[in-house]
């Protein structure tokens, strides 16, 4: 394990348990950090961030603590996927922060899109209900990801 600085260290262990103590499933996407740091423009910064450590306390706590600690595949479309409709609109830029579904016309925040979906492939009931039925409700029946949203 990479040696951070004490105060870096001292930052991720009280989040980790600050996360733990507050939620009783914690949902990760597996990310290939590996390639990540190859983007140069990207590279410093996920490597001072200490990912791995991160996700090694969260892991370790979470049994700790009595936790659900799941982890989703790299391969899930989180950041494609319109967390609606359940449509995936294909591969986009880092840069695009912002973007609306071609299928029901909602417009997403790149990652709290990504967060919504990733709860979804983790399996966790409150976005299953948004979206899990067989019936897809139009925008105009109802407020775009109405049923998703948890306040």
């Known amino acids: 394990m990479r040696r951070f600085p004490m105060n870096a260290q001292d930052f991720l262990h009280k989040l980790s348990t600050r996360i733990i103590r507050e939620n009783q499933t914690i949902v990760l996407e597996d990310l290939a950090v590996s390639n990540m740091v190859k983007n140069r423009k990207l590279s410093r910064a996920i490597s001072d961030l200490g990912w ?7 892991e370790a706590k979470s049994v700790m603590y009595g936790r659900d600690f799941r982890v989703i595949s790299r391969w899930e479309p989180t950041s494609q996927r319109c967390s609606c409709c359940g449509e995936i609109g294909g ?9 609306e579904c071609l299928f029901c016309g909602a417009i997403h925040d790149r990652d709290v899109n990504a ?18 039925g067989s019936r897809k409700t139009t925008t105009k029946v109802a407020a775009s990801c109405e049923a998703s949203t948890i306040p």
């Open 91 to 99: 591969k986009k830029e880092l840069a695009v922060r912002e973007w």
């Open 115 to 132: 967060a919504v979906n990733i709860k979804v492939a983790g399996g966790l009931p409150e976005t299953l209900n948004g979206r899990g």
């Open 52 to 58: 791995r450590s991160f996700r090694t306390m969260l």
